[in-house]
C-alpha cells in the first residue's frame, strides 16, 4: 500500500485545546484523493495509513468474505475455536486444554464450517461432539438440544468422589448406579464395587442406546 503524500508540513501544534504537549503535524494526500492531516511520525512509521478509507476497505472486506459475522452459527463457530485455542477462554481447560482440536477445514475456513453444519441448524440447538474424546469435525458434530448435550459429556460432577459417571458410595461402603432417563431418576442396583457399578450404568446406557455418555469406551 502506498504511503500518503506530504503536501505542507505544519510545524509543531497542540493537537487539542486541552492538550499539554505538541505534536508535529502535516497536511496529506491519501491514495484515495483525499486531503487529511495527520502526525508525521505516525505516517512514517506505519500507524497511520490513510485518510481512514484503509480502515473501512478492510472492514468490509473481511465482512464480505461470508457475510454472516453477525448471525448465530458464526458465534458457535468463534466460540468453538476459543474454547480449542484461547486459553483465557472459560471452556478451554476442559477443551483445548485436554487435546481437543478442531480440524483443519473448520478451523481455517468459516465458510467451511457453514458449508458442512447448516443442514439441521436452528438457534435454540447446541454443537456436540459424538464422541466427545474426539475433534470438532464434520464426522463427529451434529446439532443437539442442551439436554442432549449435556447427558453426552465427559464432566462428572465434582460431587461425585466414586470417579465413575452416575456412580456414588453409600454408607455401607458400597456402590449404588444410577442414571437419568427424561428428567427421571432410575436406580441401577447397589454393588460391592464402583467398577462393577460404573459396568452396570454402561449396560444400561448400551442396552437402551442412550446418549449419555459411558464410564468405559
Known sequence: MNKPILVEDLGMIYPTEKSKAKKHYGIYVCKCGTEFKAIMPDIKSGNTKSCGCYKKENTARVNSTHGMSNILIYRVWRNMRARCYYKNSVGYKNYGGKGIEVCDRWN?????????????????????????NGNYEPNNCRWVKKE??????RLIRKTNKSGYRGILETKSKKFAAKICVN???????TFL????????????????????TKNFS
Open 108 to 132: 481455517s475456513n468459516f465458510e467451511n464450517f457453514y458449508e458442512d453444519m447448516k443442514d439441521g441448524y436452528l438457534k435454540e440447538l447446541s454443537i456436540d461432539r459424538i464422541d466427545n
Open 148 to 153: 442432549v448435550q449435556m447427558r453426552n459429556t
Open 183 to 189: 428428567r427421571k431418576n432410575i436406580h441401577l442396583g
Open 193 to 212: 464395587t464402583k467398577i462393577d457399578a460404573a459396568m452396570a450404568y454402561d449396560k444400561y446406557v448400551i442396552d437402551n442406546k442412550l446418549e449419555h
